[in-house]
């Protein structure tokens, strides 16, 4: 049974750092694509960053430079780590894995298992 179960998520003031982190159980996460989500409220959910299954990796443009998408093959953890956080990134983070792909992508119909999501709250 494949689960993702994120863990991080917190309140920082801005300019702060979180680092998020996705366990993987019921798959090898080197075997499928994987990405970092966000919905803020009344916002539709948006990709924040994605990694394929050879470590190569794409951020959206308003957290490039601050956010790193990352993971740990032998401990089957996916990361993200957020630097610089500014209150428009405070979002529900969710983490998310392919079917059965293994690219890189920020469209959420490409994604078949998510997590339930992690709270960040950024504040001025």
């Known amino acids: 049974q494949v689960q993702l179960v994120e863990s991080g998520g917190g309140s920082v003031q801005a300019g702060g750092s979180l680092r998020l982190s996705c366990a993987v159980s019921?798959?090898?996460?080197?075997?499928?694509?994987m990405a970092w989500f966000r919905q803020a409220p009344a916002k539709e959910r948006e990709g924040v960053a994605c990694?394929?299954?050879?470590?190569?990796?794409w951020h959206t443009d308003s957290v490039k430079g601050r956010f790193t998408i990352s993971k740990d093959n032998a401990k089957n953890i996916l990361y993200l780590q957020m630097n610089t956080l500014k209150p428009e990134d405070t979002a529900m983070y969710y983490c998310?894995?392919?079917?059965?792909?293994?690219?890189?992508?920020?469209?959420?119909?490409?994604?078949?298992?998510w997590g339930r999501g992690t709270q960040v709250t950024v504040s001025s």
């Open positions: 990694i394929n299954t050879f470590g190569n990796t």
């Open positions: 998310a894995a392919q079917w059965g792909g293994a690219y890189c992508s920020a469209r959420t119909t490409d994604y078949g298992y």
């Open positions: 019921g798959f090898s996460s080197n075997t499928r694509g």
